[in-house]
């Protein structure tokens, strides 16, 4: 397991390319099994989620090669629609399988997905749409067995805005005859990309980035070549480390319409952003003040994968800050790792306390989840002193080499090899 070891006390100054995004890969790779012929995914970023999820396209028989970064499916020869343990447990998404293979082989068995540690996370929302879809699921020993025989469309209407559970029910739908409604529908862009990649396949997909998605169903999805969008989290992750270390950064091939929601927190707190196409400038010169309330929100509200950095930045200011989790139960990991290094957080339940700090003290931390460690990453940074980060494997779940982005802005992190 790879640690970093981080020299603090450094300035991010320069230019940085974001790739793309995480949460657009994975379903998108998922809906791959269900195309008649070749899919190019180009700019593949091999985040190991996404090289989990290529060996689960693999294990039902797809065919995956990647030539620079693209990423060529063949999902043709594919005769499997079993998951075993060793894939699920290490990636939730593999959850996204459930709908493209009950819609290519009317069956699928999955055991329970894993992923991050950051609460209970239920599939009820999933089970409970695709039934709707006539899909008969029973769940057994671990495994988790859908039947689609009847599979047909439908109408559905999700208790709460779930993005996997949303993206689920829409490839479901896909092939399914007839016309399917999901009303209550998660708004995120990961969900606009997804429709946009079945739609570029032939399929007939409307209204995502709504709460209405119409989905008429098609008899086939035709080879494609498709460039998912940018990911938003990994920028918003790179403007809150300069926000908290200070300098000057440039994000190249963003979409800061995206990041909105994080990009008035931060001009609040004092920070002087430019927007520009594809384009965002962040340019930082003091101590920031404190935002006195941060609320994680569906999208376009705060998102939760950049609570944590946020949480690391506020530990920084000047001033109070309150920050409520509303998506996951246990996001505040955490804070047990920053008060190792210096900072002053209180957390109950749902809900942080941070009284800003002047400055943070090198320690040994260990990331607690994907997104804890990114803020780790942002505080051993900002530290003086030098910082330890252990279980380094969480970040690269959704991070390709952070130390090799935030050290080309002028940051000294070491990956350690154990
Ligand atoms: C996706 C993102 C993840 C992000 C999250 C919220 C991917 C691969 N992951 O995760 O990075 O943190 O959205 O923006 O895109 N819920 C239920 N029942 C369900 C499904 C969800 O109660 O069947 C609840 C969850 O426990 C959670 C909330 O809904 O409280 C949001 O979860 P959801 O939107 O489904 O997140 P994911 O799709 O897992």
Known sequence: ??????????????????????????????????????????????????????????????????IDDTLIINSSLADKYAIPEEYTKRIRSSIFMLGPLVSRFGRAKVAYPGGCNIGARPIDLHIKGLESLGVKIVERHGYIYCNADNLSAGQVHLDFPSVGATENIMMAAVLAKGTTTIYNAAKEPEIEDLQNFINAMGGKVSGAGTSTIVIEGVSRLHSVKYKPISDRIIAGTYLISCAAAGGKVTLLDTNHSFN??????????????????????????????????IETLPYPGFPTDLQSQMLTLQT???????????????????????????????VKDRMAIVSGVKRLFGASVTAPDLRSGAGLVIAGICAEGYT???????????????????????????????
């Open 388 to 418: 330890t980060i252990n279980d380094v494997y969480h970040i690269d779940r959704g991070y390709l080499h952070i130390e090799n982005d935030l050290n080309n802005l002028g940051a000294r992190i070491t990956r350690v090899k154990e």
């Open 260 to 293: 909105t929601a994080l990009i008035s927190k931060l001009r609040q707190s004092g920070c002087k952003i430019k927007l520009n196409n594809d384009k965002i400038t962040i340019e930082v010169g003091c101590r920031l003040r404190s935002i006195s309330k």
């Open 1 to 66: 397991m790879d640690k970093f070891f981080i020299e603090g006390g450094t300035k991010l100054n320069g230019d940085v390319v974001i790739p793309t995004a995480k949460n657009a890969l994975l379903p998108i790779l998922a809906c791959s099994i269900m195309c008649d012929g070749v899919v190019e995914i180009e700019k593949c970023t091999t985040y190991t989620d996404v090289e989990y999820m290529i060996k689960i396209l693999e294990e039902l028989g797809a065919e995956c090669e990647i």
């Open 316 to 346: 920084l200011c000047r001033g109070n800050s309150m920050i409520i989790e509303n998506l996951f139960e246990t996001r505040f990991k955490i804070y047990t790792e920053l008060k190792k290094m210096g900072a002053d957080i209180l």
